[in-house]
Structure formats: C-alpha cells, structure tokens
C-alpha cells in the first residue's frame, strides 16, 4: 500500500504521507492510528502496490517540501498556525456563522427585528475573518459549508426621506469636511449632529487625525454601506465611513441595538451607542498609523505586554468583537478609551501607547 501526499497535512499523518508498506504493516499502522488514515476528515488515500517493484510516486525531495509546507507556520491575529491548523480554525468560523445564521432565522420567525441585525452584524464580522485566513492561508473558499436554507441576509431598503442638505451644511461649517466628499442623501439634521458631535471628539483630542483626513483622497460620509447587515464601516484605503440608514434613521433603536451588543460582551464596557461613530474613526486612525508604516499588528502586541494580558483574555478584557483581528482590537481598544468614563487596564495602557506614537509621527 502507498499513501498519497498533500501540503498542509496534519501533524498524525505527516510521519506516513507518501510512504509505502506492506500490507500487514498498514493494518498494523491503522490500528496504532488514534485517527486512522482515510477518516475524520483525512485527505488521504491508500492505493495498492507491488512493494519493493512499484516506484514512489513522490520522490524524497517532493515529500521534503511537502513536509515543509506543512509544518511552515504564519502568524494570524497574534497567533500562529500551520496551514493545517488554519484549515481548523476555518472550520470553526464556518460553524459559527451557521450558528449565527440560525439564530438570526429564529429572530426573524419571532419578529425580533433588533436580534435579528445584531445576528447579521456578528455574521458580517466571522465573514470579514474567514476572508482574511482564506487570504493568508491560500486556502479555498467554501460558501457550501455556510449554507443555512431559508436565511437570507437583513437587506436595508430606506427611501429619501430628505435631501441631505441641511446634513451636508452641518458636516461643512461645523466639523469642517469637504462637501465634494459628502454623500449623506436622506440624512436628517439630527442624525448629521448625532454623527457631528462624535468626529468632533476624536478630532479635538487627535488633530493630527483630523489632517490626515483632510487630504483629498481621504475621509468623508455616505449614508449607506456596502454591507447591508453592517451599522457602520470605514473603508481601509480611504478611511471613508459609511452608515447604515435603517439604524442611523431610529436613534433610540440604534442606542438599544448597542446596548444590546454590550450586554452580550460583543461591544466594551462602559461605552454606548455614540461609539459606534469612535469605533469607525478608530479604524481611521489605524489607517493613519499604517500610512505611515505603523505595524498594527505590531502595535497590538505592545498594548497587550504593556497590559499584561494574553491573546486569549481580549475577549474579556476589551470585547468579543476586539478578537476578530488587529484591526478590531485596534478600534474597540480606542473606542472605549474615547468613550467609556472609566477605561479598564487595556485601553488605558492603549491610549498611553498611542500617544507615544502619535507625538512621532510628523
């Protein structure tokens, strides 16, 4: 018998791939195996042959190189897998989006409308990290494994209540933004203020933010997203935030909705609905720091050591949403410390990080 040979083999099986045995020596190894070849989800296959006459179908070198690529480790989110491991931790995303998913079609068919979109606002974000490891890892997409008959995505269909104008008058005289990067039809004058008074909390304490967005091909407002499901983003090349409309149109609904996903451990403590607006300027502001070759990567390790904290305490100690990837640690990290009244340990020692970063930067 001869095994095949694959890249990104698993750990149990790397000894064996590629290699031949007598037929009373493969029985025996099945038998030793806690997870015997060609089961629990093993990619390989045993096929017959003439032991001492057929030639290998991998040679020594093919096999070495394989086994390299096997054992070759990259770091993800401040940890670090082989590809094999990443293949695991697809998996686990593919199941928690399912999950998701059902709870998200359980909400709908109670007419929980609120559960729903916090539902679609985890599934958006577990997409957001499996794009990201499939990207890292070279690994396929599989949309199959996420499947759920009958869900359908929280689509956003709001008609032009107003022009914008008024909106549009208050971003430029009040908080200084360029008229030709705003894009804010159907925006309500409170929403604008809403909006208004969080950007001009991060700009007072971070100019050198409001600057860097001041550039032309940088910055600005729309009122819609390109994720129906998501309540707010910020673009990663241009630092442009969107808003949803069904969310920023109901104010008092957006505040419970956020209230909602603090309880749960999603958003962090002490902060509320005004942060959703900080948490995308956060996402600005790494942007910031990465133009001007910041590691953010880099900069989460620092705040973690300097708080004294583990990869796997982020969840506790800032938000589940904050374990995402760097870049949600990032902006979670910074929306607690603009918005909570009192920081806990990691934003607090974040802040000061920033700080020493930010008085570097020209």
């Known amino acids: 018998m001869e095994l095949s040979a694959h890249g990104g083999c698993a750990p149990d099986h790397l000894p064996y791939q590629g290699r031949q045995f007598s037929k009373r020596q493969f029985e025996k190894l099945q038998g030793e195996l806690e997870r015997p070849i060609g089961e629990y989800n093993c990619r390989h296959i045993a096929f017959p042959i003439l032991l001492g006459i057929s030639r290998p179908a991998h040679t020594e070198k093919e096999l070495n190189r394989l086994e390299e690529m096997s054992t070759r480790r990259q770091e993800f989110d401040g940890k ?16 928690a989006m399912r999950q998701t998913k059902d709870r998200a079609l359980l909400a709908k068919e109670s007419g929980d409308d609120l559960g729903r979109r916090v539902e679609q606002t985890k599934l958006n974000q577990l997409k957001s990290k499996y794009v990201d490891v499939c990207q890292k890892f070279g690994l396929p997409y599989k949309s199959e494994r996420m499947s759920m008959s009958g869900f359908r995505a929280v689509n956003v269909t709001v008609d032009s209540l107003t022009s914008g104008k008024a909106a549009t008058e208050y971003f430029v005289k009040n908080i200084g933004i360029d008229k030709s990067k705003l894009f804010v039809t159907g925006m309500s004058k409170k929403t604008a203020v809403f909006v208004g008074n969080g950007i001009e909390k991060v700009f007072k304490t971070y100019p050198k933010l409001k600057s860097f967005l001041s550039q032309p091909d940088k910055g600005g407002i729309s009122y819609k997203t390109s994720n129906s499901g998501a309540i707010a983003e910020c673009n990663r090349l241009t630092q442009h935030i969107g808003l949803n409309p069904i969310m920023f149109d109901d104010l008092p609904n957006l505040k419970q909705t956020y209230a909602d996903m603090v309880n749960i451990g999603w958003s962090p403590l002490g902060t509320d609905y005004h942060n959703v607006v900080t948490h995308e300027l956060g996402h600005a502001m790494h942007g910031m720091l990465s133009y001007n070759g910041i590691n953010i990567a880099q ?9 004294g ?16 990837n760097e870049r949600e640690f990032f902006a979670e990290c910074f929306s607690e410390l603009i918005g909570s009244k009192n920081p806990r340990r990691v934003a607090v020692k974040f802040g000061i990080i920033l700080e020493e970063v930010m008085k570097a930067l020209p």
Do not use: H, P
């Open 299 to 307: 900069f989460q390790r620092d705040v973690l050591n300097a708080a």
């Open 309 to 324: 904290i583990s990869f796997q305490e982020i969840k506790t100690a800032v938000s589940e949403y904050a374990t995402i």
């Open 80 to 95: 670090e897998y082989t590809q094999y491991e990443a293949t695991q931790l697809q998996r686990k995303l593919e199941t």
